[in-house]
């Protein structure tokens, strides 16, 4: 009897489930941890979590708020909606009040119930972060990939929007804008989001704005779509980039008021999913969007760091050979190899695939290939997450650093596992040429 049960639950798996492995982000994140406990040095390039701590305020709010442990409200406790929107409003320009706020297990499983109960076409850029397509696919929406060039910054362009959009003018859509990118670093300019805001609301398209990078832009410039669309964008938000709080689980989405309806039909999923979000790392969420000096000191010198950093990694790879865009947020880079293709094919090297497990076999560095982020398998692309250091030593010694000989004294001593993977890659292009 317990065997038949056994089959009869495998032949009723969804098929929209059946054949799915581990998110590929995950994925690696797990390898990389046994190939470490086996002994090899491996540079871990390929799992974009903050190297940062997460801010000792938001820490210390953390412990003092251990004893939390009733359920809070399926929305969000209401303090934390209240800090959120004021954040909102602060640093992104729009207005918002608690009511628009919906707090979950992290964005990603926001973004879940936002397609579960949002009947229409998914639609997302290639390449685009890995999870949004077979979230898509699990419950059964249709996914449209935008296929975007690196002259155009990896990023949707309003004519490619408008184009299909009109091919069924009347179809519901959830448009993903997601910037400062994963997995490319890129962000979109202006002008370009003002196009992209007057294209989505002449066809009336749902925007969700990913930008959960946002206050990583390299710069501190991020600009939010809702300021140009501010009644169909939904900006989606966390602790675990900006934060450095990946694993402890926080996302947030702020709606316009007119698609109320949306967040209060996530909610009652929500009610009968996870019930709420934990109540300790709720009320310490309060203190990291509260903000204040130490905050704003924080985040100052995460993105001296990252930007010291990316652009050292992207004239770097340049020098090789190997184009990529210049990074504007994030940890993220966005490497092709097509160049070196000659050469990588004479190594039996035909796809992103065959070139990242080469790389990890012959040099322990660990990128992730560009399948996964919606692009032709046989495209030599991969992303690189330039994390492999030690956040805490590197923000701490950050301040007071201006000229670019000065920089580069602190990159070599705060960051040398990053540099030393990136050269490393370098050289193994040089390797492959001479074997060629």
Request: aromatic letters at 10%; one cysteine or more; hydrophobic letters at 40%.
């Amino acid at each position: 009897m317990a065997r038949n049960h056994g089959r009869g639950a495998h032949r009723a798996l969804n098929l929209n489930v059946r054949g799915l492995g581990y998110s590929a982000t995950v994925a690696i994140n797990e390898r990389i941890a046994s190939l470490r406990a086996a002994g090899r040095e491996i540079f871990q390039l390929g799992f974009g979590q903050s190297p940062f701590p997460v801010p000792e305020p938001v820490a210390e709010s953390l412990r003092r708020n251990a004893h939390q442990k009733d359920y809070l409200p399926v929305k969000g406790l209401e303090a934390l909606r209240r800090a959120v929107a004021d954040y909102t409003r602060r640093v992104f320009g729009v207005d918002r009040n608690a009511s628009d706020v919906l707090i979950g297990p992290g964005s990603k499983e926001l973004m879940f119930l936002l397609q579960l109960v949002y009947y229409g076409d998914l639609v997302i850029p290639a390449p685009s972060w890995v999870s949004y397509a077979p979230q898509a696919r699990i419950i059964g929406r249709h996914v449209r990939l935008l296929e975007t060039t690196e002259d155009d910054g990896w990023a949707i362009t309003p004519e490619q929007l408008d184009r299909l959009c009109a091919e069924d003018p009347e179809r519901p859509r959830i448009v993903i804008l997601n910037y400062p990118s994963n997995p490319t670093g890129g962000s979109y300019p202006l002008a370009r989001l003002k196009a992209l805001a007057r294209v989505a609301r002449e066809h009336g398209v749902v925007l969700l704005a990913d930008e959960i990078y946002g206050e990583l832009h390299h710069r501190g410039q991020h600009v939010s779509i809702a300021r140009f669309y501010p009644e169909g964008t939904i900006v989606s938000s966390g602790l675990s980039k900006w934060c450095g709080a990946g694993g402890w689980r926080l996302g947030t989405f702020v709606f316009p008021p007119r698609l109320g309806w949306l967040l209060d039909a996530m909610a009652a999923v929500a009610s009968e999913t996870y019930t709420s979000t934990s109540a300790p790392i709720q009320y310490a969420a309060v203190t990291a969007f509260e903000g204040g000096p130490e905050i704003d000191d924080y985040l100052r010198r995460s993105r001296r760091v990252l930007g010291w950093l990316g652009r050292w990694c992207w004239r770097r790879l340049a020098a090789c050979g190997v184009v990529c865009c210049r990074p504007a947020g994030g940890f993220y880079l966005f490497p092709s190899f097509e160049q070196h293709r000659p050469v990588l094919a004479a190594a039996g090297i035909d796809g992103s695939l065959a070139l990242c497990e080469a790389l990890l076999d012959d040099t322990g560095v660990a990128l992730l290939p560009g399948e996964p982020f919606g692009l032709p398998p046989s495209l030599l692309a991969a992303r690189l997450a330039y994390v492999d250091f030690d956040g805490a030593a590197a923000l701490a010694a950050a301040g007071g650093i201006s000229t670019r000989a000065e920089v580069e004294s602190f990159l070599r001593r705060y960051c040398p596992r990053v540099m030393t993977a990136v050269e490393r890659l370098g050289e193994w292009l040089v390797e492959r040429r001479a074997a060629g």
